[in-house]
């Protein structure tokens, strides 16, 4: 059986969460035995580090100071400090080109954030989330999460913690290894044969599926004494289990959202399925959830048009609206390829300084409404090597990418049997 789509949320509009949530009650009666760190050393190192991601937040409120970082809760190595700077760095830019500036930051990590201690050293494993209230009211809220490896070490006295490295946790790709202009499975002749029937067209809903992608890629927070927890939401409606990464999964769950019919079937690989569960063992169709099948499927002149591709100065990634679809290539090793690796939807726009762009949201890792210039700067700006080691940083600003973008306008009526 189909799920029903979980509308009620979105008929009150989109909260990005910037304030605690309202569950946080009802949450934290049972929290005092399940919170991580909760004794002694690991709720220390959990304090130091969601002060250090608060720390670094505070960029976006204050792009102009370049003080060096410190902590209250602990210390800090110098590579670690100056990666966290880059968030001032990219504010400062966003506030010099498009006037943009945040007036509220909230940040939190994850309550399932893991602590390994190994005698004066310990490594967490962590996803940070940041809550950001703009000062432009057309745009509003804006959410993004990324998961980190943080490793710290005792200072000289032995009692407190400082974090000698950050680096950011890679997520998997979606792509199952086809490149741009592969053939479509063996399995699509045999399946379709005799599936001829008459065609209808319906209308594409676009505020639908745009409200739908802001809403399921924002988080929810618990503010607990000393720490805030951040939480990713995810349709629970749709299986996600067999994915280590959700972004097609995301987006096929925002197109349905807006009229996409489900399009059952057996096997995976036919491209006329579309489906996150089939019948029989296989789950979801690899048009539902992998990235470069389904931008075939949404290209497919039934339901879209694949634009021009190339790099972010190409104008049709600029001129998308709220409902259409952009791809990304740019693994492996931060360089495209020629495979898709990743999938997101556009969910609004806003205008500044006479220039209007594209919002957008996604999944792994979460982003909600982000404007994609800043997306773009996060995205690409230079990885440094701040330790010395002879070897890049990974982020917390900039992941060094290059990317090669193909976007997908959508129809706004399209065929379905």
């Known amino acids: 059986m189909k799920p029903t789509l979980r509308t009620a949320a979105l008929a009150t509009g989109v909260s990005l969460a910037l304030a605690a949530s309202t569950t946080s009650a009802a949450l934290a009666s049972g929290e005092a035995a399940e919170k991580p760190g909760n004794n002694g050393q690991k709720q220390k190192i959990l304090e130091v580090v969601h002060e250090y991601f608060s720390e670094r937040d505070k960029g976006w409120l204050t792009p102009k100071e370049t003080n060096r970082m410190t902590l209250e809760s602990g210390s800090l190595a110098s590579g670690p400090a100056k990666l966290a700077a880059n968030t001032s760095r990219i504010a400062r830019e966003v506030q010099e080109e498009r006037g943009l500036h945040a007036e509220e930051v909230i940040t939190g990590i994850a309550k399932d954030t893991e602590v390994r201690l190994r005698g004066h050293k310990a490594t967490v494993t962590t996803t940070a989330g940041t809550g950001l209230k703009w000062n432009d009211k057309e745009l509003g809220e804006s959410t993004y999460s990324d998961p980190y490896i943080i490793e710290l070490e005792r200072d000289g006295g032995g009692k407190d ?76 409606d749709y299986d996600r289990a067999k994915q280590d990464n959700n972004c097609t999964n995301f987006v096929s769950q925002a197109m349905h959202a807006g009229g996409w019919e489900i399009e059952d079937g057996i096997d995976p690989d036919n491209e006329e399925n579309w489906d996150y569960d089939l019948t029989g063992p296989y789950g979801p169709s690899k048009t539902w959830s992998v990235a470069y099948k389904m931008w075939s499927y949404a290209g497919d002149p039934k339901r879209g048009t694949n634009l021009t591709s190339g790099s972010p100065d190409v104008a049709d990634i600029w001129n998308l609206r709220p409902g259409d679809l952009l791809f990304a290539d740019w693994d492996p090793n931060k360089v495209p390829d020629g495979k898709i690796d990743h999938a997101m939807v556009i969910s609004g726009t806003y205008t500044s300084m006479g220039f209007t762009e594209p919002t957008y949201s996604q999944n792994s890792a979460h982003r909600s409404n982000i404007p994609l210039s800043i997306g773009i700067k996060i995205a690409t700006a230079p990885v440094q090597d701040n330790d010395g080691d002879g070897q890049a940083d990974e982020w917390p600003a900039g992941q060094g990418r290059s990317i090669k973008f193909y976007p997908v306008r959508v129809k706004d009526s399209f065929e379905t049997d």
């Open 161 to 236: 913690w400082r974090i000698a490295k950050v680096s950011y946790a890679p997520i998997p790709d979606t792509d199952a290894g086809e490149t741009a202009g592969g053939t479509a499975a063996s399995g699509k002749a045999e399946e379709a044969a005799g599936q001829v029937g008459t065609k209808a067209t319906k209308t594409f809903d676009r505020d639908a599926a745009a409200a739908y992608a802001r809403y399921w890629s924002g988080q929810e927070t618990l503010k607990l004494p000393g720490l805030t927890f951040s939480f990713d939401r995810y349709n629970s």
